[in-house]
């Protein structure tokens, strides 16, 4: 009697392994608007950030803080001219430039939050501390935008395995610009709130008596530093699923923002850690790869030339110290730096547009943790109705489901 074997289960990878979820992020993070957001992003950070140089820092503090200058040439770097150098293509990569690639998603991650931590150094100045709020306000105000589109058009094709367009993604932006702004801000204005009677008694402490008032009350000021710690340690972990909770959730308010991302964030510390992990290794292969794209770009470009001009003019031309008397020939050697430029931003801007991309992932995933919800169960603005046809074919089963085709969703 012959042996029946039955067929072998089909095994669904995504419920088997659901942080499968974050390798979706790399292919999503190289579609054109995305990386179009991105880019935009970064061309507009440094107008703000050097508007905010003019007017709160002064020359003569740059030289007496190099910590501030540095601050000051990293947010107003454009990347744009003056940066090309011989281009060369070199293969395998260094273990160094494997291993920057790789911590690029902790960088991201830091860089965007840098300003607000600075803020918190003991050593602040008037004038620094107003030139990295108001810098600090202004990359708010381009990610609250940028990033909410991002977060919201990657999110919905993440948890429907559908795309729903961009323009969608930029109104339901633009709709919710301040919620995504603000929400980040909650907290800080908390900290200001329980800061201040803490610079009252920093005020009484000039004296001596007002140093013996401060000994008398100092459990009230350590309880007060306890509530600052929670409201910034909270606030730096949990920031970057703000603006995908405003994105996919139904009630996406700045409170269920703040009161979300706080609570993933300590909840299930060692699953975002998990998840963070993963999208670092994934975001760093993704760099890798984008990065020797750019340069492979740019080095045959120049080899391909080098042909026809001969290597020493090529050299002459990239050579950042050569002396360019002729205008013609500044203005051509600048074209080419401006170019070159354009497409190291765009390689460049990958590494934003993986950040948020697999931070939509990462906040899918840390609610289906929490709260068990599944994927698809996000906000949708519009719902497809069953057409005519579908109507007329089956009335009684459109009847019987035609509830359940608004779950989670509301009219404008």
């Known amino acids: ?100 690639s790789l911590t690029v998603f902790s960088q991201v991650f830091v860089e ?17 501390s107003a030139y990295l709020l108001s810098g600090g306000l202004w990359s708010l105000i381009v990610w609250g935008w940028f990033a909410a589109v991002i977060t919201r058009f990657v999110g919905v094709e993440l948890a429907t395995d559908e795309s729903r367009g961009i323009s969608r993604a930029i109104r339901h932006a633009t709709k919710c610009f301040m919620t995504y702004l603000t929400a980040p801000l909650y907290p800080m204005a908390g900290v200001f709130l329980v800061t201040f009677p803490l610079v009252l008694l920093g005020l009484a402490m000039r004296t001596d008596f007002g140093v013996l008032i401060g000994g008398l009350i100092s459990p009230l000021v350590v309880l007060m530093g306890i509530i600052l710690a929670i409201l910034l340690l909270g606030l730096l972990c949990g920031w970057p699923l703000m603006w995908p909770i405003v994105s996919l959730e139904v009630q996406g308010d700045s409170f269920e923002a703040l009161s979300r991302s706080y609570s993933f964030a300590l ?59 002729s205008t013609t020939l500044s203005g051509g050697v600048w074209l080419i730096e401006f170019w070159i430029g354009i497409l190291r931003i765009a390689g460049h801007a990958f590494r934003y547009s993986f950040f948020w991309c697999a931070m939509a992932a990462i906040y899918l995933l840390l609610r289906r943790d929490v709260d068990n919800t599944e994927f698809d169960d996000i906000y949708l603005e519009e719902v497809e109705k069953p057409s005519i046809a579908n109507e007329i ?8 489901d035609g509830a359940k085709v608004s779950v989670n969703s509301k009219s404008e």
């Not at 965007?112 to 620094?128: N, Q, T, Y």
């Not at 074919?393 to 019987?400: H, I, V, Y």
Request: glycine letters at 6%; aromatic letters at 12%.
């Open 112 to 128: 965007i939050a840098a300003p607000f931590v600075e803020l918190f150094r003991a050593d602040a100045s008037v004038s620094k």
């Open 393 to 400: 074919d089956s009335p009684a089963e459109n009847s019987e």
């Open 267 to 325: 909840q299930k510390p060692l699953h975002y850690l998990f998840y963070l992990v993963v999208a670092s290794g994934v975001g760093g292969l993704g760099v890798l790869f984008v990065n020797t794209f750019v340069d492979a770009v740019t080095a045959l470009s120049f080899w391909g030339l080098s042909w026809g001009t001969g290597v020493s003019r090529i050299a002459e031309l990239t050579s950042l110290t050569t002396t360019r008397d």
């Open 1 to 100: 009697m012959s042996e029946v074997h039955s067929p072998l289960p089909h095994v669904i990878w995504k419920d088997l392994f659901p942080w499968l979820i974050i390798l979706r992020s790399f292919r999503l993070a190289l579609r054109l608007p995305v990386l179009f957001c991105a880019f935009a992003a970064i061309i507009l950070l440094p107008l703000g950030w050097r508007c905010a140089a003019f007017l709160f820092v002064e020359r003569d503090v740059l030289s007496n803080d190099p910590h501030l200058a540095n601050l000051v040439a990293g947010h107003s770097n454009w990347l744009l001219a003056g940066q090309l150098g011989y281009p060369s293509l070199s293969w395998p990569p260094s273990s160094q430039g494997v291993w920057d």
